[in-house]
């Protein structure tokens, strides 16, 4: 039962993904939809959360500060309405969840950046599919066995 869970759920997930860690700040591009339009929405901040990050529900909560108002939105990575994640800077952090960052405000609310490799983390890794490559070691298997007898 798990096999075919799995095997569903790897249909659904998007080969490509981006290493997102709770401190990153991101530009996450959303595709809103309104009426008969379709537009794209970037939504800049940082990340104070992360979930189950190598499941089909993974998560990001990403905060902002506009118009003097915090706003958090969560988005679901592998979701086809988030079309690109892009990390812009990536900060020194010792927790998963920086529920702490909802109480500071101005300088206090400043994180110590890390160098990085831009280009690298944003570039997108290629994950197979799991199912495919199980699938074709199967038909290699079988077909070794056939020639053997």
């Known amino acids: ?42 939504f800049e901040g940082l990340v104070i959360r992360t979930d189950r990050k190598d499941s089909l529900t993974s998560a990001i909560t990403v905060r902002r500060i506009a118009s003097g108002v915090g706003v958090e939105k969560s988005f679901l990575l592998h979701s086809p309405l988030v079309e690109e ?18 109480n500071r405000s101005g300088k206090s609310a400043r994180l110590a950046s890390v160098d990085f490799d831009k280009k690298a983390v944003n570039d997108i890794k290629e994950d197979k599919p799991v199912v495919e490559a199980t699938a074709k070691v199967t038909e290699a298997a079988s077909v070794e066995e056939v020639k053997s007898e």
């Open 85 to 102: 994640v892009e990390v812009v800077k990536r900060s020194k952090v010792r927790r998963k969840y920086l529920s702490y960052m909802r």
């Open 1 to 42: 039962m798990h096999a075919l869970i799995e095997k569903i759920e790897n249909s659904y997930k998007k080969n490509r993904v981006v290493d997102v860690r709770s401190g990153d700040t991101v530009k996450v591009h959303q595709r809103i939809k309104e009426g008969n339009k379709e537009r794209i929405q970037i």
